[in-house]
């Protein structure tokens, strides 16, 4: 039995050589590359809440109103 891994693997071996002479792709990604190293590519930033605080103003406001 194939692990999921393995399977995965495969699946990205058979896109890539799939995608190896697609000439509008390698043009891309030059692009991106040359992008990053101007510096005009940015991750973005997540400023999640905590897990526990999640919901907490909808569930606050739902029960002062239920008293």
């Known amino acids: ?18 995608n190896a002479s697609d000439k509008s792709l390698r043009e891309f990604e030059k692009l991106l590359v040359n992008m990053d190293k101007l510096g005009c590519l940015k991750k973005p930033d997540y400023s999640l809440p905590l897990v526990d605080t999640i919901g907490k103003t909808t569930y606050s406001t739902l029960n002062k109103h239920s008293v």
């Open 1 to 18: 039995m194939e692990s999921i891994v393995d399977k995965i693997k495969e699946t990205t071996k058979a896109e890539e050589k799939k």
